[in-house]
Structure formats: structure tokens, C-alpha cells
């Protein structure tokens, strides 16, 4: 499983679990995958994992939550 760190104008620059950069091409992945999906690879192509995208939303923004009520309290 790799994550979309950035879209730039022709690729899709995906970050993988040891943190290794990939570029792939933006006409291989659907034209709605966002910053933070997740993809996996499947015999048609490139297809964004739903439930893992949710999740790590999930995570980041409890993390961001979190950070700040500290940041306010302080």
C-alpha cells in the first residue's frame, strides 16, 4: 500500500511504508484520488483503499485536535 503525498501536474508522488518516494503517473489512477488516499495495486490498476483512507483521516484529525487543545490550554 502506498499514500499520495502531493499532486503535482503529471504525477501523483506517493510515499510507501519505509517511506520511499514514487512517482506515478496521474493517467494511471482515477481522476478523483485526493492528497492522503491510500492505493493499493490490483490487477486493473491502481485503486484507492476506502477504509484505510477513512481511518488515517480519522487518526490525523485527532491528532490535529489534540495538538492544538494543548496548544490553547497552554
Known amino acids: 500500500m502506498i499514500r499520495i503525498d502531493r499532486l ?3 504525477f501523483a508522488v506517493c510515499e510507501d511504508r519505509n517511506g520511499n518516494l514514487l512517482h506515478l ?3 494511471d489512477l ?3 484520488v ?3 488516499d491510500c492505493l493499493i495495486r490490483t490487477e486493473t490498476g491502481w485503486q484507492v483503499e476506502e477504509e484505510e483512507t477513512r ?3 480519522k487518526s490525523l484529525s485527532e491528532r490535529f485536535r489534540r495538538l492544538f487543545q494543548r ?3 497552554a
Open 55 to 57: 481511518q488515517r483521516r
Open 8 to 10: 503535482e501536474e503529471f
Open 25 to 27: 503517473p496521474r493517467t
Open 71 to 73: 496548544k490553547n490550554e
Open 34 to 36: 485526493r492528497e492522503g
Open 30 to 32: 482515477s481522476e478523483t
